[in-house]
């Protein structure tokens, strides 16, 4: 199966009960556009009713990004409220779509910005060694608003408040990552999707019932603080954002400048 932007593929030899979803812009570093968007929608609402697939694998095409955020290509109109912003990331997550069987998300190079919508409502995740984590909102006048609260929940809030305010000053490398619980495992780039797949097949392999009961037992047990957090989310977004054209003007004047982000 193939939508714009996605491939998914379901692995039926033995019944494994395993998909794998694929961010498939390679070229554009996995960025997700608009079609993207609500093709990710559409394939966690599908899962829902697919009695086949047990368990997924989040993953991007090539090594050099697991998903780089919005597309800088993407236009969004906006409401003139500074209370309210419309995020077209705001519905690409599992959980977003009520899906309850578990993500596995395997991170195959750079994950940033809007990448973590999809980290953050992921079970676990597997990175290869090379792999790098970074939040450019800051840098490029932007508040990272549900980036951050979807990292404060998986990362000592220290490292989340660093990673979200250097920018794209600092990348957080895959070791650092795992250190700090953020990264479940860690293998080599030819080794990342066998491991996300052993892992994703271990967990279909159960009584499909038990595990997506554990998995809403898992994020009953955040879930307050989180909607309570997303729901400031827009207001800040609004109030803290640059115009768009001074957002633009600051990306442009990055590229190619400056030194090369530190990796700790």
């Avoid at 599992?94 to 998300?105: F, G, R």
């Avoid at 990673?163 to 700090?180: C, D, F």
């Avoid at 479940?184 to 392999?205: C, K, V």
Wanted: charged letters at 20%.
């Amino acid at each position: 199966m193939t939508a714009p932007g996605l491939r998914v593929e379901r692995h039926v030899e033995g019944a494994t009960g395993v998909a794998v979803v694929t961010l498939d812009r390679e070229r554009k570093h996995n960025a997700i556009d608009l079609e993207t968007a609500a093709a990710l929608a559409a394939v966690w609402r599908e899962f829902r009713y697919d009695d086949g697939v047990r368990a997924i694998v989040l993953t991007g095409a090539g090594r050099a990004a697991f998903c780089t955020g919005i597309d800088r290509g993407v236009s969004v109109p906006q409401p003139s409220s500074p209370f309210s912003v419309d995020d077209p990331l705001v519905a690409i997550g599992p959980k977003a779509n009520d899906l309850w069987k578990p993500v596995v998300a395997a991170v195959n190079g750079m994950a940033c910005g809007g990448a973590f919508y999809l980290l953050g409502e992921s079970e676990f995740i597997v990175s290869s060694s090379s792999a790098t984590y970074f939040d450019p909102h800051t840098s490029y006048g932007m508040v990272s608003a549900y980036e951050a609260i979807y990292m404060a929940q998986r990362m000592p809030f220290g490292e989340a408040a660093r990673m979200s305010l250097m920018g794209t000053a600092e990348r957080l490398s895959a070791r650092r990552a795992y250190e700090i619980g953020l990264v479940s495992e860690l293998a080599g780039p030819e080794e990342l999707l066998p491991a996300a797949l052993r892992a994703a097949g271990t967990l279909a392999g159960f009584p499909t019932e038990a595990v997506q009961g554990t998995v809403r037992s898992l994020w009953a047990a955040k879930q307050a603080a989180l909607q309570q957090a997303l729901a400031q989310a827009p207001g800040l977004v609004a109030l803290g954002n640059l115009a768009p054209e001074r957002q633009a003007e600051l990306f442009a004047g990055r590229r190619g400048a400056g030194p090369e982000p530190r990796i700790r």
